[in-house]
């Protein structure tokens, strides 16, 4: 009984450990100057850093994103790292106004082109004020307002800029 016991029990194996070299900014020099190499040495950023943002609150945007798509039947495609992306900015992509916790500065998302879904390249993140003033306007719409805006301020600019000069009734 007792050889069938052993044949039982699994045969336990150490970890192997592998060692690492420790790398230092010295041992980098040192390593280069034996290369007889000028090279710059940089410091070393680590290329992933900790958002601010928790995995829940994108989570919970993200699943609100897709009902609004769902109850509309929009086209929907945006990742969980798209959204992240989009709730870690500080600033409206129309106004570069600071986003505030609540009132009309808080964040919303915008399609850009309303013709479109939630779509990656077509939701950015923008105050709730402009969301609702820009509200399914299309591109040229948007463009038809701006044109006519910048009309308008060249024709008032250049009635200022008439004020300023004296009349030529006037001029001695």
């Known amino acids: 009984m007792?050889?069938?016991e052993q044949e039982l029990k699994p045969k336990t194996r150490k970890p192997r450990t592998v060692r690492k070299e420790k790398t230092s900014i010295k041992n980098i020099e040192q390593q280069i100057s034996t290369k007889e190499q000028i090279v710059e040495i940089k410091p070393v950023v680590p290329?992933?850093?900790k958002s601010s943002i928790s995995d829940v609150e994108v989570a919970k945007k993200?699943?609100?994103i897709y009902q609004s798509a769902q109850d509309?039947?929009?086209q929907f495609n945006l990742s969980f790292e798209y959204v992240r992306r989009m709730l870690e900015y500080k600033t409206c992509y129309?106004?570069?106004k600071l986003f505030t916790e609540d009132g009309p500065n808080a964040r919303s998302f915008d399609r850009i082109d309303s013709d479109k879904g939630y779509i990656e390249g077509n939701v950015v993140a923008c105050t709730i004020d402009i969301n609702g003033k820009k509200s399914n306007l299309s591109f040229e719409e948007i463009s038809c307002i701006?044109?006519?805006?910048?009309?308008?301020k060249s024709k008032d600019t250049k009635k200022d800029s008439n004020i300023d000069k004296p009349d030529e009734f006037f001029t001695l």
């Open 72 to 74: 509309r039947k929009l």
């Open 146 to 152: 701006y044109q006519k805006l910048a009309k308008k």
């Open 62 to 64: 993200l699943i609100n």
């Open 94 to 96: 129309y106004t570069n």
């Open 2 to 4: 007792e050889e069938s």
């Open 47 to 49: 290329s992933i850093t």
